[in-house]
């Protein structure tokens, strides 16, 4: 059976004993190690972060990697993470979830969270399609994906998550590649060290069910920018893809303040500190007299 | 001379009804009186026809009764549509504006030019001050109590607005004054008497309240942290009291996107070791439903209150009903405790915000508190709630200090009473992963058939635990009485005030005592407890419910397998008057 934390050698070890089931080749592997390393580089121990997870193969990372996890509902893990941080905003709180989960049954939590700047991380697990459920288009399936489902090939528009946000002024929106554990690694640890909502966008092939978007069909494509934009139009015409482009990198970045920082009540300390004792509210009734 | 009042206020959304309604109902309350209060209002912002009941009684009030005995009409809606429940020997009063003549010998008519007045004063938004001025003539009473309280209600506002407030407060008095004929009501004269005696001289200690701020001052005293909600009638007051106090007592209340995002904040909160609260209405509620099975399963408390409206869909938004009952004990996919408490009054209502936080924690489980429209919006007088003492219980919540001494801290242990120890993100040594997947102790998935089987009875273990300890139900009343009323939730008011109604004729020699079997506790159900309370009814029992198809009732026979002896349900939107459920019992 697995376990935590019992026989682990190193106590700030992010594995867990559970090895990822993902399909050899998928792109969540590089995700899990860059994340694990961002971690480790921020010294961010397993006991001082607080994950929620999404459900699909990007949430099944719940059972790999080792820290306060919340597995939620499919495209619900913003909304517990947005009421996470301000229960204790000392707290880093990541989102891991795919594109799914984020942008078809969750988006509208993802719009509101972005435009809020709630000061959480979302890790997006960019694959084109509902990899759990066997290969359905998802929101970001590109015009011209079969399936199942749609055996046609599909006339939709896909959703681009980097554009969204920037479009709602969410403090930090940037897109990696699986395929590239360093960068992304650099890019998760920038994220969550933004103070405000921050956005990891992955390109994360599907070998299974998204056999078209491979490793090398996205290197040659990818193109880092050299710096993010500040203005909302600028970053929103770097996100977008074009046939033989796509950005890569913090895209755009702002100085908003963080949702939480707006109350007087989290000045000194946080929601945690003060809960679950019994108040005084005799001036209170007064009031009804 | 009677030794109660009944006023009614009548006019379009905008006119200042509520205002009148509730300035009123706490200057009776000041004068010694129990007041009930109750308003009527369609979904709509102007317009239309909002309506205030005021009762106050001596002794007293527990909820509504039909006759009015003074009737202001702001508007001639007020006096086509309220008109005929003004007893014989009652009075009306009307603004002079409204083109209306009277052919009643029975009923008393004043018109009083209320706008005009307001108008002359430079006030014109106070004529609806300018007509309590002129009740409280009518009455007896003199403006002091009310001025008082003016000065009490507007005291944020400044010296301006309490002044032109109590100057339209004195017109009307006067203007009824300097009137040729006696225009007091004769059924109610010297009404400062009256509440002197209620009182016994003393001012009243008691609290003017309704249910949804008894329910929001005692999630305040049992420490909550953050409050959520999307907009919903009728439980949008909560959140709207919760927002004007929240920096005065330091935790937070928000308006969500939406209430999937509102009970999810929740459960995120929660987890983290915060106690949180999320409200809605029936449709909230329905929307709700995924998550209170993600609270079921990863064993994360959550409290959320339903404020029933007449569904299905829209419905009467503004109106009320008892007819989520069903559905509230068995919303949501596969199989959990969940508990669903239904207060009948204000200090249960205060009571249960504090219950379910404890029971949320204590059992790692969803809490649902339901009010109904009726209940939540109705003000009523009330003890002194800061005198009700209860401590806050979290559950099992590991002591840090423990945890660094466990060397496999298992979130999901298996235990006696099926309530394992809870870790809170950032505790070291406590890491867990509360996971809506089936899972083995530390929360990681597991697929086996063993475990599946060990974590489900784990679940279910504190449904037993729990049913165990849940409070019966409560009989009120004579022992010995001949007839038992059967009451859930907000059934309470209306039966208690028959009761009160009919034992008081029986001490004229002319009825069959009454009492009372109330539920609040509602779910999980202590069998036991529940059939040793029904040994103890009376013979003959009538089951009263806001609902078409008598929910609780099935419920009743489902669970326990009883049955009353009669039933009387009501639908319509409107509350219970005592009178209905007195006809019925007359005729049991
Ligand atoms: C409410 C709800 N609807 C549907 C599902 C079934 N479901 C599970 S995962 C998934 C899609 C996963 O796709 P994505 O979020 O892109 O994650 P991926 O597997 O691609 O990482 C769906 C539809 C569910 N669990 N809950
Ligand atoms: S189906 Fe696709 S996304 Fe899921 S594990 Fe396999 S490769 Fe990865
Ligand atoms: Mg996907």
Redesign the pocket.
């Known amino acids: 059976m697995a376990k935590i934390s019992s026989n682990q050698k190193n106590p700030n070890s992010y594995n867990t004993s559970v090895f990822p089931t993902w399909c050899p080749g998928c792109g969540d592997f590089g995700i899990w190690g860059a994340l694990k390393q961002a971690l480790e580089l921020l010294e961010i121990n397993p006991d001082q972060v607080a994950f929620f997870f999404?459900?699909?193969?990007?949430?099944n990372i719940s059972s790999f990697i080792r820290g306060y996890g919340f597995h939620s509902?499919?495209?619900r893990a913003i909304a517990n993470a947005i009421g996470a941080k301000l229960a204790n905003h000392k707290m880093p709180v990541i989102v891991i979830?795919?594109?799914?989960?984020?942008l078809?049954?969750g988006i509208s939590h993802f719009i509101h969270s972005a435009r809020a700047n709630h000061d959480i991380t979302v890790i997006l697990?960019n694959?084109g399609?509902?990899?759990?459920?066997t290969g359905q288009a998802?929101p970001t399936a590109v015009t011209g994906f079969k399936s199942k489902p749609i055996p046609t090939e599909i006339t939709d528009e896909p959703v681009n998550p980097c554009a969204l946000a920037i479009m709602h002024q969410a403090g930090f929106v940037s897109r990696g590649f699986a395929g590239d554990q360093e960068v992304l690694c650099n890019l998760i640890s920038q994220a969550i060290a933004h103070p405000g909502f921050s956005l990891v966008d992955v390109l994360q092939p599907?070998v299974t069910f998204n056999p078209d978007k491979s490793y090398i069909w996205y290197r040659q494509r990818i193109n880092p920018v050299k710096i993010p934009a500040k203005d909302v139009l600028t970053g929103i015409k770097n996100s977008l893809w074009t046939d033989k482009r796509i950005a890569t990198g913090i895209i755009y970045q702002n100085s908003r303040d963080a949702f939480h920082t707006n109350y007087p009540q989290l000045q000194t300390e946080t929601l945690l500190a003060t809960t679950g004792k019994k108040r005084n509210i005799q001036k209170l009734l007064k009031g009804f007299k | 001379m009677k030794s109660e009042i009944s006023i009614k206020v009548g006019g379009p959304a905008g006119a200042g009804v509520k205002s009148v309604g509730q300035i009123l109902a706490k200057t009776l309350q000041r004068l010694g009186f129990h007041v009930f209060e109750y308003p009527e209002y369609p979904s709509l912002i102007r317009g239309g026809h909002n309506t205030e009941l005021i009762q106050a009684l001596v002794e007293k009030k527990y909820s509504l009764t039909k006759p009015v005995d003074l009737l202001i009409a702001l508007d001639d809606k007020t006096l086509s549509l309220d008109l005929p429940e003004v007893i014989p020997g009652g009075m009306v009063i009307f603004d002079s504006k409204i083109d209306f003549k009277s052919n009643s010998s029975k009923i008393k008519f004043l018109s009083i030019p209320m706008s005009d007045i307001a108008l002359k004063l430079g006030n014109p938004l106070t004529a609806n001050i300018v007509a309590v001025g002129a009740a409280l003539r009518v009455m007896g009473s003199t403006t002091e109590t009310t001025s008082k309280l003016l000065a009490d209600q507007f005291s944020q506002k400044g010296p301006d607005v309490i002044s032109a407030n109590i100057k339209s407060l004195e017109a009307g008095w006067n203007f009824v004054k300097d009137k040729s004929f006696h225009p007091i009501l004769d059924l109610i004269s010297d009404l400062p008497a009256k509440g002197r005696s209620a009182s016994g001289g003393k001012v009243s200690n008691e609290l003017m309240m309704n249910g949804n701020e008894a329910l929001s001052s005692g999630a305040i005293s049992a420490g909550m942290g953050l409050y959520t909600a999307y907009p919903m009638t009728p439980s949008t007051p909560i959140l709207h009291f919760l927002a004007a106090h929240q920096n005065e007592f330091g935790y937070i209340s928000l308006q969500a996107a939406d209430e999937i995002t509102s009970v999810n904040m929740v459960i995120g909160a929660m987890h983290m070791g915060v106690r949180a609260m999320c409200g809605t209405s029936g449709g909230g509620f329905a929307l709700m439903n995924?998550s209170l099975a993600l609270s079921g399963m990863t064993e994360t408390p959550l409290v959320l209150v339903l404020v029933q409206r007449p569904g299905p869909a829209t419905g009467l938004p503004t109106w009320t009903e008892q007819g989520e009952l069903q559905y509230a004990v068995h919303a949501a996919h596969g199989e959990f405790l969940r508990f669903v408490l239904a207060p009948g009054d204000i200090e249960e209502t205060f009571q249960m915000a504090f219950d379910a936080f404890n029971l949320a924690e204590r059992y790692q489980t969803p809490v649902i508190i339901m009010l109904d429209k009726f209940l939540s919006e109705s003000s009523m007088s009330s003890g002194n709630l800061s005198s009700i003492g209860f401590s806050i219980d979290r559950g099992k919540i590991t002591d840090p200090k423990k945890l660094n001494r466990v060397k496999n801290f298992q979130r999901y242990q298996l235990t006696a009473d099926g309530v394992s120890s809870r870790s809170l993100p950032g505790m070291e040594n406590g890491i867990f992963c509360a996971n809506s997947d089936e899972h083995e102790y530390h929360g990681l998935v597991d697929e086996s058939s063993s475990m599946r089987v060990w974590q489900v009875d784990k679940r279910l273990k504190k449904m037993e635990t729990a049913s165990k300890m849940m409070p019966g139900p409560q009989l009120i009343g004579p022992k010995d009485a001949k007839i038992t009323i059967v009451t859930w939730g907000s059934g309470k008011l209306p039966a208690q005030q028959a009761m009160m109604t009919m034992n008081k004729k029986q001490e004229t020699g002319n009825n069959e005592k009454v009492n009372l079997l109330h539920f609040s506790y509602i779910w999980p159900m202590n069998a036991n407890a529940i059939r040793e309370a029904l040994k103890n009814c009376a013979t003959s029992t009538l089951l009263i419910e806001q609902n078409a198809t008598g929910q609780f009732q099935s419920l009743l026979k489902e669970q326990i397998g009883w049955e009353p002896t009669a039933y009387l349900r009501k639908y319509d939107g409107r509350p219970f008057y005592a009178e209905e459920i007195i006809e019925k019992v007359v005729e049991l």
């Open positions: 999404g459900v699909g193969c990007s949430g509902l499919h495209g979830a795919g594109d799914g989960d984020l078809g049954e697990h694959n399609v509902f990899g759990l459920t998802s599907c | 995924e």
